[in-house]
């Protein structure tokens, strides 16, 4: 048995012992999982960034092109952020690192079955140091389509940009989580995006999570990692 088959069976065995998680199929390679995920049709999809008859992001890309549609957390040993952003670009819902504890594997599971994004928080320190390094943002199109965001929209934004549930946002605005989908549905529509994925990618690239309010030009927030 190889490393990856060990692995695959221990997380297997972890995530059947869930009382709200049920493991409806395992594969060895993506041509098994492409296979297994359109009999199966799971709601959630673990794969490799690297499989070992293709690649993993052009999987998820592939897996989400098809009408099920399931989410996708990719659990892999690459901590490059290329990886990440294609990943995130190709329509996942998480991206986590082998190293991270079995607790957070599972909390990022159940926090994608309820909508929201995950990357482990390495991944997202990375981030945001990198877009620190960066020159100040222009006007462009897609900044000026920000600037239709309402304050509220703008700091829900802010808050799916690192990955918090619908439950996570409500419970740090004071709102009800009723409210909260619907500020997420206004985002969505405002900014033409497809899911919240996307609209994690897009507050990432804008750098709105180092913004400490709404608009262009503002300081960071004091508490940005």
Do not use: W
Not at 155 to 175: C, D, F, Q, W
Not at 178 to 188: E, G, N, P
């Amino acid at each position: 048995m190889d490393d990856q088959e060990f692995a695959r069976r221990g997380l297997g065995l972890v995530l059947e012992d869930q009382p709200d998680i049920e493991v409806v199929g395992e594969a060895g390679n993506g041509a098994e999982a492409m296979s297994l995920a359109g009999v199966l049709a799971p709601e959630i999809v673990l794969t490799e960034a690297r499989l070992p008859d293709q690649d993993g992001i052009e999987m998820t890309r592939n897996l989400l092109s098809r009408p099920a549609r399931p989410k996708v957390v990719i659990v892999t040993s690459f901590d490059s952020e290329d990886y990440l952003v294609g990943a995130l670009q190709a329509g996942a819902s998480g991206y986590l690192l082998k190293s991270t504890k079995v607790e957070e594997v599972l909390h990022a599971i159940r926090a994608v079955a309820e909508g929201g994004a995950v990357i482990c928080p390495s991944m997202t320190q990375r981030l945001i140091h990198r877009m620190r390094s960066r020159p100040p943002l222009e006007s462009s199109v897609e900044d000026r389509m920000l600037d239709t965001l309402s304050d509220r929209e703008f700091e829900v934004l802010r808050h799916i940009s690192v990955g918090k549930t619908n439950r996570e946002i409500a419970k740090e605005m004071g709102l009800t989580t009723a409210t909260v989908k619907s500020h997420v549905s206004s985002v969505l529509a405002k900014l033409r995006l497809r899911d919240r994925v996307q609209a994690a990618l897009v507050g990432y690239e804008a750098g709105v999570t180092l913004r400490g309010s709404h608009g262009n030009g503002h300081a960071p927030a004091s508490s940005a990692l």
